[in-house]
């Protein structure tokens, strides 16, 4: 079965910092371009960043750009998502999610399209305090 698992959330306090881990069960990221999604209480899902699978091409949302920074190894077929400066805003559901295709190679998936994307993990918490 093909999956991915997000870990690395937890609870933090505003201007703190965490890095979440995405790694997939039953299949490798290298051809896969990579995005983390999250979804806070009461609103939609929002794209934060994305990742193209070979060279290392970044989309990201405006809301993390500067604080975040998603970094795609695919010596180590893990996705990490670095966030700095977390605010009681960043607090959400983070996912992790792939894109098939050679479409992505060299060109991450917009923020704003879910789509593209056609494996999703569970889900990891953040919560950051004020």
């Known amino acids: 079965q093909l999956q991915l698992v997000e870990s690395g959330g937890g609870l933090v306090q505003s201007g703190g910092s965490l890095r979440l881990v995405c790694t997939a069960s039953?299949?490798?990221?290298?051809?896969?371009?990579i995005g983390w999604v999250r979804q806070a209480p009461g609103k939609e899902r929002e794209g934060v960043s994305s990742?193209?699978?070979?060279?290392?091409?970044?989309n990201y949302a405006y809301s993390v750009g500067g604080r975040f920074t998603i970094t795609k190894d695919n010596a180590k077929d893990t996705v990490y998502l670095e966030m700095n400066s977390l605010k009681p805003e960043d607090t959400a559901v983070y996912f992790c999610?792939?894109?098939?295709?050679?479409?992505?190679?060299?060109?991450?998936?917009?923020?704003?399209?879910?789509?593209?994307?056609?494996?999703w993990g569970q889900g990891t918490q953040v919560t950051v305090s004020s």
């Open positions: 999610a792939a894109a098939d295709g050679s479409s992505w190679y060299y060109q991450p998936p917009s923020i704003a399209d879910e789509a593209e994307y056609d494996y």
């Open positions: 039953g299949f490798t990221l290298t051809h896969y371009a």
């Open positions: 990742s193209s699978a070979f060279d290392g091409s970044t």
